[in-house]
């Protein structure tokens, strides 16, 4: 057998049996790359179609929409909204959007615009006036417990240590290999 018969059936035996770390950093990096696909097909869905998400700190729309909640919501124009649905409208410059099922929809001043009054499933009253809207998100589904998950991605550490991992992994990908020829 010759130096180069040697050398190429070392070749074959490595592809067919191939190191476990790199099997494992062939996967991680197939599975990073997923996620990064998914991002952003998500993201120019989210643009595309106005979707966003909101979360849930407080219990008004329990049990449909515990705490702790993250809703998928689209913004969709004032003359769709009907008695029943899960909206989230904007109060004040001040104040947080507020989230509650629709009671009541009446014409507005314009004919884009609507009077919705709103009570949350947790409350025994509507919320104390209505409000004036031309546009509302409506809510399309909600996943539960999910909102501190989501809200710490948002922690300056948390994001360091992820743009950190993610810079590993993209030099161990590029990392230039050494050639065993044994």
């Known amino acids: 057998m010759t130096l ?6 070392l070749r ?16 991680l990096l197939w599975i990073a790359a997923a ?10 869905l989210a643009f595309t179609l106005n979707i966003s998400l909101i979360m849930f700190r407080t219990g008004s729309m329990s049990p449909t929409i515990p705490t702790g909640s993250v809703a998928i919501v689209q913004e969709v124009p004032a003359s769709e909204i009907e008695v029943g649905n899960v909206v989230t409208v904007d109060r004040g410059e001040d104040e947080l959007p507020v989230t ?3 009671t009541s929809v009446e014409p507005g001043s314009s004919a884009d615009e609507c009077v919705i009054t709103m009570r ?4 025994e009253q509507d919320d104390p006036y209505p ?8 809510v399309m ?12 991605f948002g922690n300056p550490i948390v994001m360091g240590a992820m743009t950190l991992v993610a810079g590993a992994l993209v030099g161990w990908a590029f990392w230039p290999r050494e050639r065993r020829d044994e």
């Open 4 to 9: 180069t018969e040697t050398r190429a059936s």
């Open 120 to 123: 949350g499933d947790a409350n």
């Open 12 to 27: 074959e035996a490595r592809r067919k049996h191939p190191h476990p770390m790199r099997v494992i950093g062939d996967v």
């Open 100 to 102: 509650h099922r629709v």
């Open 131 to 138: 409000y004036t809207v031309t546009t509302v998100r409506s």
């Open 141 to 152: 589904f909600s996943i539960p417990g999910i909102a501190t998950t989501l809200a710490s």
């Open 35 to 44: 996620l990064g696909a998914l991002c952003l097909v998500l993201l120019v």
